[in-house]
Structure formats: structure tokens, C-alpha cells
């Protein structure tokens, strides 16, 4: 499935998660985030980034993990993209659903 | 004389026992199999046992019993595994020198891992049924509670069979209708995913099933919190759910023995290779069950998928061949629905459950995702072919470890 982002076609899946992280980038990010209703801080980013990697070093993520990494806490992860932080947060940050649930 | 440890005689270990102590020669490999506990616990009868469908002794027997002859059974608690001198500790200060090691310990529940979840109520009105005495406890409960609000309560996944607390709702609804008392219980299921299930065309079948049974669905719901004294569950959004009765399925965690042997990953559960089922870290130590942490369902089911190709893994491992890369991390779980009813679900990593006939196309009997008497009568036989034919490790004719696509309406 593909999506206009930018006026450029970007490959998504029917959740409208991203399915080729190359075409991601930080304005693509932005938009992904606009759709989400959530205006983005240096934390929001620093998050953004910090799961990035994670996902790059093929770590399978999970809210517990975030909670632990140092970055941000359950709470505060929760603050910064309510109700379901880590499938937003993957959302916008251009990777796939974590497959954490099985 | 090479030796094999098997850690962890539950579904996984005891059913490599029984298949590699036919195809190892005992003159050249000796085959050891250690477990803390001395009975085995059919843990699939935890969802009944609490709606006194079964009795304590229909799911609990003798280790011994499943373990052949020819493999040694030692009782005892294992204290840690040194992985770089292929050593196993045990708590008695016993040490075990082993030149091809399979952890076999499975996953437990660890319900101090939330705030309040193991307080004054546990065991009171906060339940779990994911271990005998909680399924035993909760049973008692049950048969004297007047109704009220239910609450229905995954934690965190990965959990073990991951259909079973919608399986308790479904059961639950059955329960209190035969009593007479649907009435007086509302029903809330309680979800950290977006949905039912955690794959989207068995969500959408079931959310029907959850809809007619009139029970409510709560998802994303992430836990923070047990308040025992107000009796509710906070999630970290702030979300509240009250409740007369929890039963609620804790976070679930590998041994504290990886923790321990620094062999386990944050929930303790051992990285594998998901293809050939050998750890990640060491060429001689293999995983099974529900102790990896393969992105399989952890189910007794996949278990017995895995054993048949770990077994020829450790053939190939032993003769010094490259390991067969197969696993495909097929599943398939009968899904208890109430009223004399079940669904069967047949998975893998890379397919979800869907529409069609099992186990052979066209034919059935059993009926894929849809809710059949036929079905039911499936998982209550599982129980039967578990002790009878599943530990003992024999093919189960017709069924295979990989997934068949054929029959099937993706
Ligand atoms: C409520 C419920 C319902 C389920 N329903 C189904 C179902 O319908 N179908 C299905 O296929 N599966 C079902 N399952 C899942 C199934 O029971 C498990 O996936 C299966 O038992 C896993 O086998 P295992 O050998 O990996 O772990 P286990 O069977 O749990 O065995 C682990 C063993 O290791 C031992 N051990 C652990 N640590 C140590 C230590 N440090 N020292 C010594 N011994 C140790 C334990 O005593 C235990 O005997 C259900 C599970 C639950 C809880």
C-alpha cells in the first residue's frame, strides 16, 4: 500500500505504519506526528531516536525495555504520546508495529 | 561418553527425554534431565479447574511417570548454568559437566512486577490462573461469589497461550449462566493490545464471540497499578477500571536461573536462533518452549513442533552436519468459547490464524477459526493425547511441524 506524505508516495501497511524505513525522514516524521495529533519536543525526538537505533540493532521493543533504557520512563513515555506510547511512537518513527505481542 | 542435560522437565523436556532417548546410542551419550518439582502439571487444565470442569487430579501426575528408561531424573532446584566451563549448578552444590545442554524451563508468572498486583487482595479478590494454586484458589472463590464486576486482566505480553484469558471470559459467561447469576456479573475484558488477539483476522472473530457473550472490552490498557484498598486497576494513562473480582494474567518471565547464569534477555528469556532453536551465544546449548524467546506463541503445541526438529538438530549438532533451518513457529490452539463450544487457530511466524478445515483441506473435521461442538470435544481430548501420546513425544499422525497452507482460506 502507498501514502502521499510530503507529495511523496510512501510504502505503509494497512495500519499505516511504515514498511521501508529508508523513505523515512525527520519532515516525514513530523507529518506522521501532525497525524497523531502530537506537536513534537527535543524529548519526543529523543525518544524518536532512542527506538531507532534499537530497531536498526534488531532489538524486538517493548514498553518494559523503553522503561528501563534510561531514556525516558513509563510514565513520562506515556505523557509524551498518551494512550498507546509505543505504537504511536513507532508510527511516527517510520518502523514496524513491535511484534512484542504475540 | 558424552553427556546431554535436559533443564526443566515440563511439556518441552520431557518430551525431548522421550525422543532423543530413542535416537541417541546410550553407549556414546548419556542423557540427564533435572526439574525442581516432582510433579507435572497439565497447565492447559488451569482454565478449567477454576469453573470445576476438571479436578486437581486430572492434571497432575508423577514426572517420573513420562520420563523413559535410560534417562536419568535428578530433583533438584538448579542454581545457574556457567556456560563458558559447560557447567550446572544445582542448589544441593552439586555440579553437572555437560557437552550439550537444552533449557527447557519454561516461563512463570511474576505478579510482583506491578505495583500492588501481590497485596492484601491476592488470592482474596485478585486472582491469577496461570498456577495450580491460583486456579485452585480462585475455583473456591468462585463457588461461593454473589456477582458483581469481573475483571478479566492481561498485564503485559508475551504471555503463555495467549488465547487464555479470553478463553476465561468465554468460560465465565458460561459459568454464571449455568448458575443462573449472568445477571448479576458484568464481564470487562482487559487488554494492553489494540484488540482481542494479537493477530487481525482472529481478533475480528472474536470480538464478535465477545459482543454476543455481552462482554466489554477494554484494550491498550497498560497497567501501573493495583489499588487493593478502592479495589481498581490504574494504567499509566491514568485510565481506572474497578472491580469485585480480578483475575488477572501477571507479567510472564523466564527462570530467574538465566538471570542469574547471564543467559537471558530482560524478561529472562533466553535469545535463540528462531529457525534452528539454538542459543544465540553458545554452539551447545539449544532452547525449547516457552524458556526462548522466539516470537512463537508459547504454547505446548509449538513445544511439540519444536521437539521434532530441535531432536534432529541435536543429531545433525552431535555428527558435526549444519542444522536444518525449519522451524517456522507453527502454532495451533484449540479456543475454548464457551456453551460446549471451542475454535481451533493454526499459525506461524509469518501467517495469521484463518478460515478452513484441519487438519486435512477440504475434509476438517475440526473447522479453522470458526466455533464448532467439534472443536470442543478437540481440546478436551488435548488432554488426553497430552499425557498419552504428546509427552512421550510421539508423531501425532496428519499433523505436521511445519504449517500446511493447503486447506486453508488465506
Ligand atoms: C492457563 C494456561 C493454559 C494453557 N493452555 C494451553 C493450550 O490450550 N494449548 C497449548 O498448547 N498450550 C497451553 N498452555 C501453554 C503450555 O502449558 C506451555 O506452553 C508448556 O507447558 C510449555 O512447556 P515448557 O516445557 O516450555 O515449560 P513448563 O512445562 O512450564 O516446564 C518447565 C519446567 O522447568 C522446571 N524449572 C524451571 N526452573 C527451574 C529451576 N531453576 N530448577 C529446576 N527446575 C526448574 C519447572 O519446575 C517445570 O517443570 C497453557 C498455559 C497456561 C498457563
Redesign the pocket.
Known sequence: MEKIIMGKPIEVNEEGYMTNFSQWNKEIGEELAKEAHIPLSSRHWQVINYIQDEYKKEVPLSIRKIGKSGVVDIKEFYSLFPNAPLKTATKIAGIPKPASCI | MKRLVI????????MMANHLSHELDKEECEIDI????EE?YY??G??FLPFDIYEPEDIVKS?REFIPKGVRLLN???EKVDAEKNLVLMENGDRLHYDILII?????IAPEEVEGMKGDEWHRSVFD??TFEGALTLRNKLREWEGGKLVVHITEMPI??PV?PLEFSFLADSYFKNKKMRDKVEITYVTPLSGAFTKPKATAALDHLLQEKNIKVETDFAIAEVDNENKKIIDYGGKEIEFDLLVTVPTNKG???MERSGLGDELNYVPTNKATLQSQKYQNIFV????SNIPAS??????HFEAEILTENILRYIKGEPLKEEFDGHAN??VETGNGKALLIDFNYTHEPVEGEFPFPGVGPLRLLKESRMNHMG?LA?RWIYWNVLLKGTHIPFVSATMQESGKHF
Open positions: 533443564l526443566g522437565a515440563g511439556t518441552a523436556g520431557t533435572i526439574d525442581e518439582r507435572h497447565q492447559p488451569y482454565l514426572i533438584d532446584k538448579i527447557a524451563t519454561g516461563a512463570k490462573f496461570y503463555k497461550c487464555a527462570d530467574e536461573l525449547i518452549g516457552d524458556a508459547k504454547a505446548g503445541s509449538v513445544a490452539c484449540f481440546k488435548f
